[in-house]
């Protein structure tokens, strides 16, 4: 081929486009929007189960061994599926690292503060954690946008907390605010968690759910057969049955599921199931436990749910929104 035949033909070729970058968002279809309902009903059920479950078991105990359980349950899984746990360093302390921030330390403070805190407000206080992800992200990561949607919904959504917590503590400081301030900082725990958990993207999900509940379940067992002694315990088929449960459910799927949302979804989006889960969680309040729901959390609720829901709005459909009412 002549010389100048090929430049022209190379002069002519298009030139290639750049690969996008992976920081950029995929495209969402209703399936992604399906996993996080998912999610939401894996851990809408947490609170009222953990109430049922603490009635005659140990706070230290009953968190390991739901934690056990679904360990055993996704390893199993991954046996039939011909997959295995990691066995490098680096992965356990990723494992290590995650679990600690997203489920041992802060659920060994909810479930304790459960012995004073009835489930609706437990479930409404703990689903606040998309609000402080995104203060996190929009004050120190900055890994995502934080536009002033999202951040007039952060306010009404504590301003929503606020109402919990702040009209029962007109009253005088007692154990139940105290232990209602222990929810909302371990719900600070689970919005870093949330954030540090995308290192873990290049496992799979339940490689990371498996890996992360077994070394929950295996730091909290020394300390729950030294302080429980659980061979002494007498606990009722209602908390073996809420610990069976949450293991397989609540554990093991929700986890497995929180992991698959960060990966499709991100941080903030993910974040978004904090608010699906309230209706779920205080309607099994009331079904399981026959709660009430007093004025002051159903107005804290709303206020909770509209913040959230600012946060996880697209700006572009919002605009399209009022575009459409004005001209209507």
């Known amino acids: 081929m002549p010389k100048s035949t090929a430049l022209s033909e190379i002069e002519a070729a298009p030139a290639p486009q750049p690969a996008a970058s992976p920081a950029e968002p995929q495209p969402r279809n209703w399936r992604d929007y399906a996993l996080l309902l998912a999610l939401a009903c894996c851990w809408g059920s947490t609170y009222p189960l953990t109430k049922i479950g603490i009635g005659t078991i140990p706070p230290i105990t009953f968190i390991s061994a739901r934690s056990l359980i679904a360990a055993a349950f996704l390893v199993a899984i991954l046996h039939f599926r011909g997959m295995r746990l990691p066995t490098d360093f680096k992965a356990w302390k990723l494992f290590a690292q995650q679990q600690t921030i997203n489920s041992t330390i802060p659920f060994l403070v909810i479930t304790w503060a459960q012995l004073y805190v009835s489930a609706a407000p437990t479930v409404v206080l703990a689903s606040t954690t998309p609000i402080f992800a995104f203060l996190i992200t929009w004050g120190i990561t900055r890994h995502e946008p934080a536009t002033l949607l999202k951040l007039s919904g952060a306010i009404l959504g504590l301003a929503g907390t606020t109402v919990i917590v702040g009209l029962d503590a007109l009253g005088g400081l007692s154990s139940n605010i105290l232990a209602e301030l222990a929810i909302l900082l371990a719900t600070v725990s689970f919005a870093c968690a949330t954030i540090f958990g995308l290192r873990l993207s290049e496992y799979d999900p339940m490689v990371v759910a498996a890996g992360s509940l077994l070394f929950g379940g295996c730091v909290l067992l020394p300390f729950s057969l030294i302080f429980d002694q659980p061979w002494t315990l007498r606990p009722s088929l209602e908390s073996l049955l809420a610990a069976s449960i949450m293991g397989i459910f609540s554990s093991a799927l929700g986890l497995m599921l929180f992991y698959m949302c960060l990966r499709r979804l991100g941080t903030l989006t993910t974040n978004a199931q904090g608010y699906l889960r309230i ?41 399209r929104a009022l575009r459409r009412l004005r001209g209507g």
């Open 279 to 319: 209706p779920i969680g205080v309607t099994l309040a009331v079904w399981l436990l026959g709660e009430r729901v007093p004025p002051n959390l159903a107005f804290g609720l709303l206020l909770v749910m509209a913040g959230v829901a600012a946060m996880t709005v697209p700006g572009d459909a919002l605009k």
